[in-house]
Every structure is written in structure tokens, then in C-alpha cells.
């Protein structure tokens, strides 16, 4: 099993910035793929941006590109994900994933195996 801890989310006014982390724990070594998805009230969940742990392969939501970035700590099992330039739209609770299956489509929710409990990042005008 591997647990997903997230972090780092809160209130910011627009143009703001907030870095998020998630800290895995774990069966670790068994991952491929980290990524961050979106929830906003109303909303169904979408994929924000998404790391391959052992190439550092990186994509991200057309939404977010040029002001979201992701990175990870492999030593220390994290995942960092650096916002800048935050929008009101940029509200939502952000959650961390993990996928083992090396042939998964980073983008997509529906593969991924585990998941955090969410962290709430608000922006406000």
C-alpha cells in the first residue's frame, strides 16, 4: 500500500502563490507516475499536471501551463507542485495521486491507484 499525504493548500488573493506537497509513504518503489488533480464544487475532477518518478517526465493541464510547476524529491518521496500567478478559477481542493502502471495516461484519473485526502486552496479576487 502506498499513503498520499498532502499540504500547503490555503487562502491567497489572485496573482498570488502556493506550493503544494505531497509526501508519499509506502510501497513506494512500486510507483511511476505522480500527478495533481482538481476538484472544484460543482465540478468533476480534472487533471492539473503529472510527473513520471523515474524520468521526470512532465505534462500539465493546458489551464495551468506557464504558471503551475511540478517537480519531485525522489529521495525524500515528494511531490511539489509551485503555483504562481493564481486565479479565482484556480479554486479548488487539490489532490495528490499515484499510479504503478508504467503504460498509464498521466492525465487520466481513472488510472491512477492511490490517492490523498485533498488539501483546499481558495483564491480570492
Known amino acids: 500500500q502506498v499513503q498520499l499525504v498532502e499540504s500547503g493548500g490555503g487562502l491567497v488573493q489572485a496573482g498570488g502563490s502556493l506550493r503544494l506537497s505531497c509526501v508519499a509513504s509506502?510501497?513506494?518503489?512500486?510507483?511511476?507516475?505522480m500527478g495533481w488533480f482538481r476538484q472544484a464544487p460543482g465540478k468533476e475532477r480534472e487533471f492539473v499536471a503529472g510527473?513520471?518518478?523515474?524520468?521526470?517526465?512532465?505534462d500539465y493541464a493546458e489551464s495551468v501551463k506557464g504558471r503551475f510547476t511540478i517537480s519531485r524529491d525522489n529521495g525524500k518521496n515528494i511531490v511539489y507542485l509551485q503555483m504562481n500567478s493564481l486565479k479565482v478559477e484556480d479554486t479548488a481542493v487539490y489532490y495528490c495521486?499515484?499510479?504503478?502502471?508504467?503504460?498509464?495516461?498521466?492525465?487520466?484519473?481513472?488510472?491512477?491507484?492511490?490517492w490523498g485526502q485533498g488539501t483546499q486552496v481558495t483564491v480570492s479576487p
Open positions: 495521486a499515484a499510479v504503478r502502471n508504467t503504460l498509464a495516461t498521466m492525465s487520466a484519473a481513472t488510472f491512477y491507484d492511490y
Open positions: 510527473i513520471r518518478w523515474s524520468s521526470g517526465s512532465i
Open positions: 509506502g510501497r513506494t518503489f512500486s510507483l511511476n507516475t
